[in-house]
């Protein structure tokens, strides 16, 4: 055995109230895996690793199977100390100038645990005592815990002879060695992230089936189109992006503006230095894509455009046969030597079995593509009202789009990896998103007091600045203060006659921001 585990054993009880070091584990508790008949005994260490990670003190970095862990050191001395691991063949290797503490080795098996499913019987007895506290809780709230609450504190006692026995059957076997860990290409594992995994919340198969990026992922598999409908900043471009990254599919594309042709959309004849040339256009680069492999056409800001040039993808969307779309190239084979056209055939239309979209190009040739190769993802703001969108946007068009997947406000889930990734800070990420719940609970209000909520794209512009203002030397609540002064005030409140920002509203949003997000900051 290269790590001594006794350490966890002699340390004080000096984090929770209701357990003593060497306190007794019952029988009912104790994991199978120990000597029958033996005394066990419960181990401070263990449970001061458990606190750390329910309390959010445990910042995980990964790479794959690959962990670096930073946490509060239990010894005197304080300050943080480091532990890695990383899979090698048959077993795991573990680094870190501390692995013989009293709390290290638990810390970094319990994150194993969580993050990456190892030691299952240590993270079974771990969901069961964050179901009974919750994730993540205060450490005043978690200390008297085990004092008042004895279920919480069997959970300790059971985690800690559990724990102790999985993790030594490791060492004895020499699945986990000690040695240097290569620590290349680590992200940081948001907080919010990591307490799911803690909790062991899944995602439901029916809930994972009907988010946006499942919708779409389904449609990839038989091409056709998608529109995104929803307010701004609800992650619609995002979504599309993501299936992009997910899928390895080609993409194109094109954002609706007033002024935009056909010629915008399809390409155009234009002077090139040996003459004249053909210029494919988005939808036509989009096409030739398609021809060989799974293609997303992602046309932004639908609504913008007018709906006369709208009638170039409503041609476009339109799916032929392949007998009809051999119709169509009649003409085309009929020039060719016999020869050439069965290998004109097999590389125009390679699939008879498949559906085929049609782009009709001004210089009288079509760029054929299999149905299953081309995804349309269009996306559009929803306007004051729902319905005007509906209206505005072509019927025929409406009618050639097969999924329509409505986008409300993004929930906490969705949103807080990203805040915490660009707050750089777990709390000031919370008070972005309260002070975003804030602008949504009075804009709801009949008083008028503010125009528009905040959205998701505003409240990352805040947490970045309120992120500068720290760096500046601000306390955290003057830099949210400050950023609320030029993002969320300028983005919620009412403008007068003049264009000026109501004074009122103003100074309203900011006494509330300062009384209701950030009495505690
Ligand atoms: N992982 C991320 N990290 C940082 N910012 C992100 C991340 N994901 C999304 N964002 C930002 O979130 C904001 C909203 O996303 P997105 O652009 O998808 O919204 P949208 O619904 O398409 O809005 P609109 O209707 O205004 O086009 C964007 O500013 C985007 O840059
Ligand atoms: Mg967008």
Redesign the pocket.
């Known amino acids: 055995m290269t790590i001594n585990l006794s350490a966890a054993f002699n340390k004080n009880e000096d984090f929770f109230l209701g357990l003593i070091r060497r306190q007794q584990v019952p029988t009912h508790l104790v994991s199978p895996r120990g000597p029958s008949g033996s005394q066990r005994y419960y181990g401070p260490g263990i449970g001061y690793a458990a606190a750390m990670l329910l309390t959010g003190q445990v910042q995980v970095e990964q790479s794959g199977r690959t962990l670096r862990i930073r946490f509060p050191s239990s010894g005197k001395a304080g300050g943080l100390k480091t532990v890695a691991s990383t899979d090698m063949g048959a077993g795991r290797l573990w680094s870190g100038d501390s692995l013989d503490s009293a709390s290290a080795p638990w810390v970094l098996a319990l994150t194993e645990a969580v993050v990456l499913g190892q030691h299952p019987e240590t993270l079974a007895a771990l969901r069961t005592l964050a179901g009974l506290t919750g994730a993540p809780v205060a450490i005043a709230a978690l200390k008297p815990l085990p004092s008042a609450d004895v279920s919480v504190r069997e959970a300790l006692l059971r985690l800690s002879d559990h724990a102790y026995y999985e993790l030594k059957a490791k060492l004895d076997a020499s699945e986990i060695t000690k040695g240097a860990v290569n620590l290349s290409g680590l992200q940081p594992v948001p907080p919010s992230a990591l307490m799911k995994q803690l909790l062991g919340t899944r995602e439901t198969p029916t809930a994972a089936a009907s988010s946006p990026l499942a919708r779409l992922r389904r449609l990839t598999r038989r091409g056709g189109a998608a529109l995104l409908v929803?307010?701004?900043?609800?992650?619609?471009?995002?979504?599309v992006k993501r299936l992009v990254l997910e899928t390895g599919a080609a993409v194109v594309k094109m954002r609706g503006a007033p002024g935009i042709e056909d010629r915008d959309f399809i390409g155009a004849i234009t002077p090139g230095v040996n003459g004249p040339e053909w210029v494919d256009g988005p939808l036509a680069r989009a096409f030739v894509l398609a021809k060989s492999r799974p293609t997303v056409l992602q046309i932004?800001?639908i609504l913008r455009y007018h709906a006369e040039h709208l009638q170039v993808l409503v041609g476009a969307m339109d799916e032929l046969s392949y007998e009809d779309a051999r119709a169509v190239l009649a003409p085309a084979l009929d020039q060719l030597a016999d020869a050439e056209r069965p290998a004109f055939l097999q590389a125009t239309l390679p699939d008879p079995g498949a559906r085929y979209y049609m782009l009709d190009l001004p210089t009288g040739e079509a760029i054929f593509c299999p149905k299953p190769h081309l995804v349309w993802a269009l996306?559009t703001?929803m306007g004051e009202d729902h319905l005007q969108t509906a209206q505005t946007l072509d019927s025929a068009l409406l009618s050639r789009i097969d999924l329509v997947i409505d986008?409300d406000r993004p929930d906490v889930e969705t949103v807080m990896p990203?805040y915490e990734?660009?707050a750089g800070d777990a709390r000031l990420a919370q008070l972005g998103y309260e002070l975003e719940d804030l602008t949504y609970a009075i804009a709801a209000d009949a008083e008028g007091l503010l125009v528009r909520p905040m959205d998701?794209?505003k409240t990352?512009a805040l947490l970045k600045e309120a992120r500068a203002c720290v760096e500046d030397g601000l306390s955290l609540r003057d830099a949210v203060l400050e950023a609320a002064f030029v993002t969320a005030v300028p983005h919620c409140c009412p403008r007068d006659a003049r264009g000026l920002i109501e004074e009122a509203s103003r100074a309203g949003l900011l006494k509330r921001i300062a009384e209701e997000v950030l009495p505690a900051a």
């Open positions: 929803g307010p701004p900043g609800t992650f619609k471009t995002e979504t932004d800001e996306t703001n986008y990203i990734a660009v998701a794209r990352i």
